[in-house]
């Protein structure tokens, strides 16, 4: 049973690139969680969507960010035009409801050069 | 009232002692609370939870103790071991209604040296 996966593990953009990172949830999972961690911080929560909506965006950044979790696919959390400040590390949780133990992805570290 | 404040922020424990992790919460609604384990390049992992209906809960060599009148909960690691050596971040949520959306604290880097 594989766990949460997040490609690609590595990105590096250019300032006012675009960023796509996926997240494939745990098999049986219907709810996905985003969080980001900056260097020598905890992590910060961003969003938790279930399957085509978005239940709780309060920690999304007002401009820039999205995050989408079609009926079909990965979730996705898109960032335009990135700045130097974007560079963390990026991790996708699941869980099979509300109620239970969300578990991690490897993450996705995104560098702005 | 949202915040979860850890110490201390990094910590060198000999091989065989205690390491001793402490977290503090302001929201009295918070009611799950758990420590995850996460070594470099990898995602967090789940290491232990308590729920405030318990003072301690013990799973191996790992502890967590509970004061809910304080406001304060602290994860022991007995028989520290040099594989122990991980960033241990404790978290918080109203867990009945919401796991996934947890409040982290700032993390503790744990050394055990040989």
């Known amino acids: 049973n594989a766990g949460v996966m997040q490609n690609p593990r590595h990105l590096v953009r250019r300032r006012g690139q675009e960023a796509r990172l996926r997240c494939s949830p745990m098999k049986g999972h219907s709810h996905v969680y985003w969080y980001r961690q900056l260097p020598e911080e905890g992590l910060k929560f961003m969003v938790y969507l279930q399957k085509e909506n978005i239940i709780d965006e309060s920690g999304m950044p007002k401009e820039r960010f999205s995050a989408e979790f079609p009926k079909e696919g990965p979730s996705i959390l898109r960032i335009q035009q990135v700045v130097r400040g974007d560079s963390a590390a990026y991790f996708c949780?699941?869980?099979?409801?509300?109620?239970?133990?969300?578990?991690f992805g490897q993450g996705t570290r995104l560098t702005v050069v | 009232q949202q915040q979860v404040k850890q110490s201390p922020q990094s910590l060198i424990v000999q091989k065989g002692g205690i390491s001793i992790i402490n977290c503090a919460y302001e929201?009295?609604?918070?009611?799950?609370f758990p420590w995850y384990q996460q070594f470099p390049g990898k995602g967090p992992a789940l290491l232990i939870a308590i729920r405030p209906d318990v003072s301690e809960k013990k799973e191996g060599r790992f502890t967590i103790s509970f004061n809910k009148s304080a406001k304060q909960f602290s994860l022991h690691i007995m028989d520290s071991q040099p594989g122990d050596s991980a960033t241990y971040f404790c978290a918080a949520n109203k867990g009945s209604s919401n796991t996934g959306k947890l409040i982290f604290g700032q993390g503790t880097t744990l050394q055990v040296k040989p």
């Open positions: 949780a699941s869980s099979s409801w509300s109620g239970t133990e969300a578990f």
């Open positions: 929201n009295t609604a918070f009611d799950y």
